[in-house]
């Protein structure tokens, strides 16, 4: 049993804070993925952990037992790097064996051991071989190999495969994602690519300018954006966001998009949801491009727009709609809609569309 509790973390790096009131429980197997753009203090958290990195408040418990202030060689943590860190002068079996031999094994147990993790990794064939001839997806897979065969009590990952290209990325992914589900340990991962977080983690922790936004599975923040900050960084294409105005009329409620001349029609118990919010004018409508629904002909319900820009992506298209001051994203099939100017129809699916506070950016928590 593995756990990690991360418990009022407070980082400063002179007068800028890093890290503000972190507060988040790991348990044991778990696959955790921070998250966030570059600098939110996701790779400190990770190194804090490590114990390559101070804290200057709050505490760091790995089962329970506070550890910041032990060394990070006392704290049975194995860390993998973006950049590879292999010896060069070593051949693929000394590399891994390195730490085992630091603690004085006897040469069959750390045969044992090396050729086991080697098998898992499938990296067998390999071993005799120095650095200078791997690719770069099999030098990652040493370095993970390296980090495995001490078999620590958790496994941290800063962007280990960020420096790879996009094929070896998949392919490493799902790499990562087989290790993890076999050798059932606790390992937290460090990315600020969301599809690789929504890939691999069974809870995303996701962070902006070293505030905690959001923990939940990789289907709770698509579906249940806490905020506007988690609405635009988790999806791809992201959620469209427009100001908007709710309103009622004869067949329920209206939702205006800024500078429309008509509303899309919503189910009347939007407005009873929103609670009098719409009123102020400070909602934003958000909704992701799948729930934005698009025929060639005109419908109950559908509202005539122009397509702008078509970006086709194999199966399916994404093509901006320009609605009143606003460009909505919608996904469409293959070549449904055959070139920027075309006129087209298009509703918002109630089901898939969320409110925000304009002020503050949080979620309303309006559901239909």
């Given amino acids: 049993m593995t756990q990690i509790e991360l418990r009022g973390l407070q980082k400063f790096f002179g007068a800028v804070q890093v890290i503000k009131?972190?507060?988040?429980?790991?348990?044991?197997?778990?696959?955790?993925?921070?998250?966030?753009?570059?600098?939110?203090?996701?790779?400190?958290?990770?190194?804090?952990?490590?114990?390559?990195?101070?804290i200057d408040e709050g505490d760091i418990l790995i089962d329970g037992q506070p550890v910041q202030h032990l060394k990070c060689s006392d704290r049975d943590i194995a860390m993998v790097f973006q950049s590879f860190s292999l010896y060069p002068h070593m051949t693929v079996y000394e590399n891994i064996a390195f730490p085992l031999k630091a603690t004085r094994m006897s040469k069959s147990e750390v045969d044992k051991e090396v050729r086991e993790i080697a098998r898992i990794l499938r990296i067998s064939d390999l071993l005799n071989r120095k650095p200078s001839a791997l690719s770069g997806g099999d030098m990652q897979r040493v370095a993970i190999g390296r980090a495995l065969v001490r078999r620590p009590k958790a496994m941290l990952m800063d962007e280990p495969i960020g420096a790879?290209?996009?094929?070896?990325?998949?392919?490493?992914?799902?790499?990562?994602?087989?290790?993890?589900?076999?050798?059932?340990?606790?390992?937290?991962?460090?990315?600020?690519?969301?599809?690789?977080?929504?890939?691999?983690?069974?809870?995303?922790?996701?962070?902006?300018?070293?505030?905690?936004?959001?923990?939940?599975?990789?289907?709770?923040?698509?579906?249940?954006?806490?905020?506007?900050?988690?609405?635009q960084f988790v999806g791809s294409p992201v959620m469209n966001v427009a100001s908007a105005a709710v309103s009622e009329d004869r067949a329920g409620a209206s939702v205006t998009v800024s500078g429309a001349p008509q509303g899309f029609a919503f189910p009347r118990e939007l407005l009873s949801k929103l609670n009098g919010k719409a009123a102020s004018g400070g909602v934003s409508l958000g909704i992701r491009p799948e729930g934005v629904l698009v025929r060639q002909d005109a419908a109950d319900g559908y509202l005539p727009v122009e397509a702008h820009i078509i970006e086709p992506l194999g199966s399916y298209d994404i093509v901006d709609l320009k609605v009143g001051d606003e460009m909505l994203r919608a996904r469409t099939r293959a070549g449904y809609v055959?070139?920027?100017?075309?006129?087209?129809?298009?509703?918002?699916?109630?089901?898939?569309?969320?409110?925000?506070?304009?002020?503050?950016?949080?979620s309303l928590g309006v559901r239909l």
Avoid: W
């Fill in 21 to 54: 009131d972190l507060n988040l429980k790991i348990e044991d197997n778990e696959f955790i993925v921070l998250l966030g753009q570059s600098g939110c203090g996701k790779t400190t958290t990770l190194r804090a952990i490590a114990g390559l990195e101070t």
């Fill in 164 to 231: 790879l290209d996009a094929k070896l990325r998949e392919e490493m992914r799902a790499e990562i994602k087989r290790l993890h589900v076999k050798q059932g340990s606790t390992t937290i991962y460090v990315t600020h690519d969301q599809i690789e977080a929504m890939a691999l983690a069974d809870r995303i922790v996701i962070m902006h300018e070293g505030v905690l936004q959001q923990v939940g599975s990789p289907d709770e923040v698509y579906k249940y954006p806490a905020n506007l900050f988690v609405a």
């Fill in 338 to 362: 055959a070139k920027a100017g075309d006129r087209v129809f298009a509703r918002i699916d109630p089901s898939h569309a969320h409110f925000f506070d304009t002020a503050s950016g949080q």
